[in-house]
């Protein structure tokens, strides 16, 4: 992460760390998978040039809403159109800069984590366990209203919603 939050810094595009990174840096559990890095579309294939000249593999896969880089075994995810759409300005300026091992950068604000990560749950993967440890990790900092109404046409999202308030994770919808 550091390596290329730097590489993207000195490169001057703009990014913002996501996923389970953003958890942890705002206090949620640890996380190994991967590196989340969410940057504007039209910045993706600068941003995957810059990691490549610091020594990254770059990759780019089939699904069209990302690209990739490998920094040995460890995947770097640049997102720039997660499943609620492409990431813009706006969503830029939304986010905190926080230090982060030792490093300030944007942290994508947890409810458009949040948001995601319920979007992605499909009936195929009804795994409600990633989100539920979020949830329960930051629950006094999510605007729970904020996460309800954009994800409201998502069935998943509210089964999502009636297991974390049974569960005393979230409040009760208003």
């Known amino acids: ?12 595009i703009p990014f913002m760390v996501g996923g389970g990174l953003a958890v942890w840096a705002r206090g949620g ?6 590196v989340d890095l969410l940057l504007k579309p039209e910045d993706a294939e600068r941003a995957q040039a810059a990691l490549e000249a610091i020594g990254m593999r770059a990759e780019r896969p089939p699904e069209g809403w990302l ?23 706006e969503a830029l300026d939304r986010a905190d800069v926080l230090n982060v091992m030792a490093m300030d950068m944007k942290v994508a604000p947890l409810e ?3 948001v995601s990560k319920l979007l992605a749950l499909k009936e195929q993967e009804p795994d409600f366990g990633q989100v ?3 949830a329960r990790s930051c629950r006094e900092q999510i605007d729970w209203n904020d996460v309800r109404r954009r994800t409201e046409a998502s069935p998943m999202a509210k089964a999502f919603f009636t297991l974390v308030e ?5 409040p009760r919808a208003a």
């Open 29 to 34: 559990a640890r996380t190994e998978h991967d």
């Open 1 to 12: 992460m550091k390596r290329a939050g730097a590489a993207l810094r000195d490169a001057d």
């Open 166 to 170: 049974e569960l005393g994770v979230a």
């Open 132 to 134: 539920i440890e979020l």
């Open 112 to 114: 458009d984590v949040m």
């Open 67 to 89: 690209l990739k880089a490998w920094d040995g075994d460890v995947l770097v995810d640049l997102i720039y159109c997660p499943i609620d759409g492409p990431v813009t300005q």
